[in-house]
C-alpha cells in the first residue's frame, strides 16, 4: 500500500525582511505534513537564495508567469500561505490587481475557494493608511484569512512602529494551523 500523497502548499513571499526567514518556515509546514512549493514576488526573488529554497522544497522556486507553451512545473497547490505579505501585496490583491505571478496566484484562489492565509508584515503608519483596513475587510469578507492582530482577541502580527521592524517577531507559527 503507497502512502497518501502529501497535501501542496504554495509559500509566496513578498520583499520584506522576513523573506530572509522563509526556510524555517518551510522547515514548520513539512513537519506539519505539507509538500511546499515557493513562489517569490520580483523583488523578493533578489532576497532569497532561490536554490536554497528549491533545494529544501524538492521543487523549483516560481518567481515569474509562465509562458504559454511552457508546461507548469509545479503540483496544483491544496492551500496558499503568503508570508511576509506585503502592505503593497495585501492592498493589490484586495483590488484585483494580477501584475506578478504572487498576485495571479492570490486572485485566482479567491474565486477557486482555496484555503488562503496571508501573515502581513507592516509598519503602524501602513496599517493606518486609509486603503489598508478596507483592503483587509475585503480580503476576510472574500474568505481569506488575514493574521494581523488589529483587533482584541486575533492571533496574528502586530504592526510596528515605522523604521523599528524586526523580522524576528512575525509569528511564523500561526500559520500552518490556518490551513488545516
Known amino acids: 500500500m503507497t502512502a497518501p500523497a502529501r497535501r501542496v502548499l504554495y509559500h509566496l513571499i513578498c520583499a520584506a525582511p522576513p523573506a530572509l526567514d522563509a526556510a524555517g518556515f518551510i522547515g514548520l509546514a513539512h513537519t506539519a505534513g505539507w509538500d511546499v512549493c515557493a513562489v517569490t514576488t520580483p523583488r523578493a526573488a533578489a532576497w ?13 522556486v516560481r518567481t515569474d508567469y509562465k509562458l504559454p507553451h511552457e508546461p507548469d512545473v509545479l503540483p496544483p497547490p491544496d492551500a496558499i500561505a503568503v508570508a511576509p505579505a506585503t502592505f503593497n501585496t495585501i492592498n493589490k490583491w484586495a483590488a484585483g490587481t494580477a501584475d506578478n505571478l504572487v498576485l495571479g496566484l492570490l ?12 501573515l502581513p508584515y507592516l509598519n503602524t503608519a501602513q496599517a493606518h493608511h486609509p486603503a489598508f483596513t478596507p483592503a483587509v475587510n ?26 523599528h521592524g ?7 507559527q500561526t500559520l500552518p494551523d490556518t490551513l488545516t
Open 138 to 163: 475585503r480580503l476576510r469578507a472574500a474568505g481569506a484569512t488575514i493574521l494581523l492582530a488589529d483587533q482584541p482577541g486575533q492571533n496574528g502580527y502586530h504592526p510596528h512602529p515605522p523604521r
Open 107 to 118: 486572485t485566482e484562489a479567491l474565486g477557486l475557494h482555496l484555503p488562503t492565509a496571508a
Open 48 to 60: 532569497v537564495n532561490l536554490d536554497a529554497l528549491a533545494g529544501l522544497t524538492g521543487h523549483p
Open 166 to 172: 524586526d523580522r524576528s517577531t512575525l509569528p511564523w
